[in-house]
């Protein structure tokens, strides 16, 4: 392989080893403190102070509008979200907009990613086509977007009245149908990602490996299948977990096109959370219900860890 | 907290000064290189990074105002401009709705506020228990030639927020019954005049219903069953008002639960006999009953005043407009007003007369106003006969009297949670898909929540 | 330890060689001179050109679709599609309202602004945290990668509430800081100096060390001209999660005159009303210098993407 090895920097196997770490050498701690004091100020005050602050007002009736932390609310907070009908509901559109989205996303990107390297001419295009989207703001493909599915008059509609439903349901104003109209454009934004995480991993699979199977008399098909798709096992791994966590993130989209309606039909955890202390002053409220989307992420990353330790001890 | 606290003046103490910080922060910035051309960059740029203040002679001013509402407003802004001159007017408008409100909110927590925003009056209360909001006084009405009755008096009695008023109304928007005339002539249910007769109980209602459905062959009225719970809270609202023993849905600002229940049920009851007879549909979204309407499928039709811009746009569409018939004991409609608020903020007397000047030329265009569907709460133009003489827009200028406003709590007022949350289950009650026992238990139960949650006001 | 290798962000004519050599093989020595073998091959390379291309056109479709009706009148736009698609009197009149009116170029410049100052401390706090780490050997070194290994964990989304409770407290909402200085601490950017760091001969920094310079100075005079590659990356990377950073911005920024480019387009759409040609030509103009940016830096772009995971 060319290229040295990038571990995913999202993954933190580069942990540094035993030995190294017994390794302190004298006269270097005043300076390695003074390299790392200017970002550890900004850590400090932008994540770790935050999720303190978080995990504090979380337990009080911390208010948008007045100071300090309010009253002690034990675990009030957290059993109300845990009781609250649209606590769960925004949990639920989480996961299915998660489980509807990663599917395509894995696969088309699979596919395009294949086929893209396969043809081998024409990349910059089909970097064009798929991966320009996924760089521009969530803003500008909102508004293109719900142009799309403006009922009646949009391009969706136009078109499903050309092929002969005279009303259609209107993609974003019908409950049913909302959070998959979200999918759809956020399938359509992000695929970039992991067509170009795929097409990096198709890169690295030694052509040998092809040529070998070809001189077998192994056809296009049986090449794909028993090369390509385990050796991108590991891609796609990757691929489908990060797409899961940065699901469960969601909220561009669905505040920009939806804003969690019709009602709260399409309404997610992060929606909740800012509505809770926004919108309705509930900070500590709120803050509950950001610590609990925090741990279900953790709990995601977690198992990721678990995942790819394992990948790596069967790699070794 | 019921209390509403004291504006703070000057910095809000316990608080860093804003300018000397950003001042100290403005060192940073030289050492960046970026400071050397501020004073010359636009007042974005010096506002942006060390705190200025932007356009110091200019009215600020947001909205949420959108569709033919949004373009009379414009047209109402121009006018001052014109008056005022170039730059002395600059106007947001912003998604309608919680989002709209919480922008207020926080720029006003964060000392960026517009000079005037537009608040429905169910919401401004809470806004002003907030401690966002500058009271409004006699005073202050008087710098603009303005005083408490220059306003419709069922308007500004409920303004009021602990005996102290923070808003200026221009309007009262009722839920209103709209008819399509064609289908009423054919249903003979026009007066000489080619008005709609008067409806008057359930009997009658039906009756117009059924001579309508024969007509049109469809339905006889239409009203939003999916996808938009206002509706369903408005059309709820305004049946079950009319019946003597009605009472508050909220009491003691939302801790309580306070509606009868036997009315309730008795409401949603009827409401779902109502679709059940297919008089009106039980499936039908915000702009689909209005289509059907429009479109001669049904007779009438139900939705805030507002939506006049819409039907007037139709081509050959003829249609009237009535307050919701009474149907019940009493007249009543459920309704809401729009307001002029002054986010809370540090004024100097220049400011505050600009801000009430711009809040007096808007009331004195309130014709233009009324012409998208409002009711003037400004007297001059109520009692004038420009207004006297639009039609069908004055036909229900009574309904002022009979609006019923949402109670007031942290979580209620248009648009809000206790809306979302009523109207979803009773939007279940028009399509069949729930008892009116069964909705209003979740309601109630979800309800409950809010109301033993402490209000962070 | 063995692990996955994806592009690396740093290395990019590294890659770029790779890719050639990929295309050398594209058409591949007919070893085997089994005419059905070689014909089954075309047939694939084929049917991957249709369906790629059939795709391709409808990945484009929704951009050219907004392209199309920012260029047409808004009377014409308000029409629906099928006016849309058949009026070819094609006019500049949207841009011209946007660019001349409102407030889109204060949103350019807030967003250039914040973009800017956010790469530029991003880069230079990053880059030092990760020398040390990199580079020296001091107590509390695995504390501080254990904190950083957490903070990767934690994404900035959640942490909005407290974020803003913290930038209202020190009364700095409603300015281009409460944009930047919460995006700084970016801990991805470290662990992409780190390892770039850790892949570069120690040789230089050791003479000179015993010349007796500062560490200041290797990393200022040794270790920087180095990283020129990753240095872009990171700061393409950073500049575009920035500039594309809706949630922070939102709730921040107030002002319609301080807003981003994201934000403005969020928050002000109505008061476009119906202009519907407007409504797509700000949002065309909004993606503009990202497109220029892609434009420009293509590969790097794919590339600082890819190997940093960047994804929103």
């Known amino acids: 392989m060319t290229a040295s090895t990038l571990e995913r920097p999202t993954a933190p196997v580069a942990r540094p080893s035993a030995r190294e770490e017994s390794d302190v050498r004298r006269g270097e701690a005043r300076p390695a403190w003074l390299f790392i004091a200017p970002f550890g100020i900004f850590y400090v005050l932008f994540l770790i102070w935050p999720i303190i602050y978080m995990l504090i007002s979380s337990f009080f009736n911390t208010s948008l509008v007045a100071k300090g932390f309010g009253s002690f609310a034990g675990f009030g907070n957290y059993a109300e979200m845990l009781t609250l009908p649209l606590f769960w509901e925004s949990m639920w559109h989480t996961i299915f907009f998660t489980i509807i989205t990663t599917i395509p996303l894995v696969v088309l990107a699979f596919v395009f990613a294949i086929l893209a390297n396969r043809v081998r001419r024409a990349q910059w295009f089909f970097r064009l086509a798929f991966f320009v989207p996924f760089i521009l703001p969530s803003a500008a493909i909102a508004i293109v977007w719900t142009f799309i599915y403006s009922p009646s008059t949009g391009l969706w509609d136009s078109l499903r009245t050309a092929l002969g439903n005279p009303a259609p349901n209107p993609v974003l104003g019908t409950p049913d149908l909302a959070l998959i109209g979200v999918a759809v454009t956020t399938i359509w934004w992000t695929i970039g990602f992991n067509f170009v995480l795929y097409l990096a991993g198709l890169q690295d699979i030694p052509r040998e490996l092809y040529e070998a199977a070809a001189v077998d008399g192994a056809s296009q098909w049986q090449q794909i299948k028993s090369i390509t798709i385990p050796l991108l096992g590991r891609t796609t791994t990757l691929v489908v977990l990060l797409q899961i966590i940065a699901s469960l993130k969601i909220f561009d989209q669905v505040y920009l096109m939806t804003a969690g309606g019709p009602g709260t039909s399409s309404q997610v955890v992060l929606g909740l959370v800012t509505d809770t202390a926004f919108t309705n002053y509930r900070v500590g409220a709120g803050s509950a219900a950001s610590v609990l989307l925090l741990i279900v992420i953790l709990i995601v990353t977690g198992i990721r860890q678990l995942i790819e330790r394992a990948q790596n001890r069967r790699a070794a | 907290m019921t209390a509403v606290p004291q504006r703070p003046s000057g910095n809000p103490s316990g608080r860093f000064s804003r300018r000397s910080l950003l001042r100290g922060g403005l060192g940073a910035a030289g050492a960046l290189g970026i400071a050397g051309g501020l004073s010359g960059c636009g007042s974005a740029i010096s506002a942006g990074l060390v705190g200025s203040q932007l356009d110091p002679g200019t009215v600020t001013y947001w909205n949420l105002f959108g569709g033919g509402d949004g373009s009379r407003m414009q047209t109402m802004e121009a006018t001052y401009e014109k008056q005022k001159g170039p730059n002395s007017l600059q106007a947001a408008t912003f998604a309608w709705g919680n989002p709209y409100y919480t922008k207020v909110s926080l720029a006003t927590l964060g000392d960026a506020p517009p000079d005037v925003a537009v608040s429905h009056l169910t919401r401004q209360s809470n806004l002003a228990i907030a ?327 | ?222 270790v920087l001209p180095l990283s020129k590659p990753v240095i872009a990356a990171m700061s393409i990377v950073t500049f575009v999660g920035v500039w594309n950073n809706l949630i922070l911005p939102l709730f921040v920024l107030s002002n319609p005159k301080l807003m981003t480019i994201p934000v403005g387009l969020a928050t002000v759409q109505g008061s476009f009303g119906q202009r519907l040609s407007d409504i797509q030509a700000s949002s065309i103009l909004g993606a503009l210098p990202l497109v220029i940016l892609f434009v420009i830096f293509q590969r790097r772009i794919v590339e600082g993407v890819a190997g940093s995971g960047l994804k929103g």
Not at chain 2, 233 to 249: E, K, N, V
Not at chain 2, 372 to 381: D, E, M, R, S
Not at chain 3, 133 to 144: E, H, M, N, P, Q
Request: proline share 5%.
């Open chain 3, 1 to 222: 330890m063995a692990s996955q290798t994806v592009s690396d962000p740093a290395r990019p004519e590294q890659t770029a060689r790779k890719h050639r050599s990929g295309v050398s093989a594209a058409a591949p020595p007919p070893r085997r001179s089994e005419a059905q073998e070689r014909k089954s091959g075309q047939v694939f390379t084929v049917v991957s050109w249709l369906v790629l291309i059939v795709f391709a056109v409808l990945w484009l479709i929704p951009s050219l679709w907004a392209i199309k009706t920012s260029l047409t009148s808004n009377a014409t736009a308000a029409l629906g599609a099928l006016p849309i698609l058949t009026d070819w009197k094609l006019t500049l009149g949207s841009y011209g309202t946007l660019l001349a009116g409102g407030d889109i170029w204060n949103w350019y410049l807030a967003s250039a602004i914040t973009s800017v100052i956010t790469v530029a401390l991003t880069v230079i706090f990053g880059s030092m945290a990760a020398y040390a780490l990199s580079r020296l050997r001091f107590r509390g070194r695995r504390a501080v990668f254990l904190a950083m290994v957490l903070g990767i964990m934690v994404p900035p989304q959640v942490l909005i509430v407290p974020v803003f409770a913290e930038l209202n407290a020190v009364g700095l909402l409603n300015t281009y800081w409460a944009v930047i200085l919460p995006q700084v601490p970016s801990v991805i950017a470290v662990f992409v100096f780190k390892q770039f760091f850790d892949g570069l001969p120690k040789e230089f920094e050791e003479s000179a060390r015993i010349d007796g310079a500062s560490f200041w100075t290797i990393y200022r005079r040794i």
């Open chain 2, 131 to 457: 401690g966002l909001l500058e009271p409004i006084t006699e005073d202050m009405l008087a710098m603009v030639g303005l005083s408490s009755s220059s306003f419709s008096p069922k308007v500004w009695e409920a303004l009021a927020v602990n005996g102290q008023r923070y808003a200026i109304p221009i309007d009262t928007h009722p839920f209103v019954l709209y008819y399509n005339k064609d289908v009423c002539e054919k249903a003979d249910l026009l007066d000489g005049d080619g008005n709609l007769k008067e409806i008057r109980g359930t009997d009658q209602w039906e009756a117009a219903l059924e001579a309508a459905k024969k007509v049109t062959g469809s339905w006889g009225a239409s009203v939003a069953t999916v996808g938009d719970t206002a509706t369903s809270w408005r059309w709820f609202q305004s049946l079950y008002s009319q019946q003597t023993g009605s009472t508050p849905w909220l009491g003691d600002g939302g801790r309580k639960l306070t509606y009868n229940e036997d009315l309730t049920i008795k409401t949603l009851d009827y409401i779902q006999s109502l679709t059940k007879k297919k008089l009106m549909p039980a499936i039908t979204d915000y702009t689909g009953s209005q289509t059907l309407m429009f479109t001669g499928k049904s007779a009438f039709y139900l939705q805030g005043e507002w939506e006049i811009t819409t039907a007037e746009s139709i081509d050959g569409l003829k249609f009237g407009m009535v307050p919701v018939p009474t149907l019940f004991d009493q007249p009543a409609c459920q309704g809401d007003s729009h307001t002029f608020v002054l986010p809370r903020m540090n004024r100097s007397e220049d400011q505050l007369k600009r801000a009430l000047g711009f809040v007096k030329s808007l009331l004195d265009q309130s014709l233009t106003w009324a012409q998208g569907g409002h009711i003037p709460a400004y007297v001059p133009t109520l009692d004038s006969q420009q207004y006297k003489d639009l039609k069908p827009q004055s036909n229900y200028a009574d309904a002022v009297n009979s609006v019923v406003y949402d109670a007031q709590a942290w979580y209620s007022g248009s648009g809000s949670n206790f809306e979302n949350t009523v109207g979803a289950q009773f939007g279940l009650v028009q399509q069949g898909q729930a008892t009116p026992a069964a909705a209003l238990s979740t309601a109630r139960d979800q309800l409950l929540v809010y109301a033993d949650t402490k209000s962070p006001l």
